[in-house]
């Protein structure tokens, strides 16, 4: 399939917004501007699965429900503590080592791996707390880095980047975790996401590998 230009940026766009929705706790003022954009509706439609499908209902319906209140907006943290980042062990932890260490644990081996790849392509990212690199939120940095990289400077030397990326550090985790916040979640807003992330990443890791193969 020829990927063009528009869809690249599409999809860097959609990294961006994964980025905030997982690295950080909501704000009244997030969730007001995703209803105010109407982003269900708006969202790019990737695939024809019902999964898709299923998540742009289940997130429309919890916007049009939004009334910004306090009770509603702490409801919402909560649910994104208990998915994410605790207090006490998170349900679906956003890093990667968590799954592909035999301890569990953070800054296993494989966050290393992903640290060195960054270091050996020159990817450097910068944040003001503590967190490691292997964080989907902060992943998904990285990944709107290099499609807009690919949109509008060098295709061919940053897809074979993207494409290792995805399938050395992110694809052998990345469905479980979003398949367990689908599982936990309390709330519309992060059930929809979560499906709607999931699918994303199979679509993107299929852009990629053809991307990898028509550059061959």
Known sequence: MAISTDTLLCLQSIANVLHKVLLDLPTAELVEHFTLS??????????????ESMALNKLSDYLKHWDGSREQLIALQLDYGQLFNGPGTPVAPPWGSVYQSASGLLNGSSTQDLLTFYQQHGLQIHFDRNEPVDHLGLICVVIAYLLDKMATDNR?????????LLTDHVQPWVQRC???AEE?????YYLGLSLLAS??????????????DSDA
Request: net charge neutral.
């Open 38 to 51: 109407d982003i269900a509706t708006q969202w790019p439609r990737l695939t024809h699965r019902q999964r």
């Open 156 to 164: 061919e030397q940053y897809s074979p980047i993207l494409q290792r």
């Open 178 to 180: 979003l398949s367990l």
């Open 184 to 188: 936990h979640a309390q709330t519309g």
């Open 199 to 212: 699918e994303y990443f199979r679509y993107l890791q299929a852009v990629s590998n053809e991307l990898d």
